[in-house]
């Protein structure tokens, strides 16, 4: 299945579906991983949230201060995430991504997750490239081996160690901190969570 096709399938999902996700998405109280992620940038650092889903990450860091740009690629998520936040969110494909130092941090909450891996290298380039030196991207995946299409979406899960193999050939990034979490929606407890930290070198 090719790259486009994968991604089409995942919008299209997202799309239908953009009310109920968000409704599942949006209240869940993600503070902990958060605040992990907020204590390593300056104040008032601009962050992009790279695929905002809902706009629950968005919103809190604006609440807090700091320079938040959102985008994601499924118009139905940026009309109801622009809502929620009250900024612009603009639709945009991972790959669109063209900045050059321009983010203290980006934030890639259970989103690049859906590429495949051939992409997912290209646009951790272009992640890395729109950081600033020794900026910082949280992002996060469901804990397997597993790729290819799961309920209706793309999906490319990892272990620590997978993700460590995979992370060598993406230079100029290194993994800071890594740690395992539970699906914090309800009755979700089991399915797991890698969550990183990479930093730009």
Known sequence: MSGKTTTNKTLTYYNANAENFITNTQFIN???TQQRFLQ???AHACILDFGCGSGRDTKYFLDRGYQVEATDGAAEICKLAS???GIAVRQMLFEELDAVKRYDGIWAC???LHLPKAE???VMGKMKNALRDRGIIYT???YGEFEGERNGRYFTDFTKDSFAVFMKQAGGLRI???WITGDVRPGRGNEMW?????RRE
């Open 140 to 142: 996060s995946f469901k």
């Open 120 to 122: 997912l290298l290209s």
């Open 30 to 32: 993600f503070k902990e």
């Open 176 to 178: 800071e901190d890594d």
């Open 194 to 198: 890698l969550n990183l930290i990479l």
């Open 83 to 85: 809502e929620y936040t």
């Open 110 to 112: 259970s989103s690049i």
């Open 40 to 42: 390593l940038l300056p």
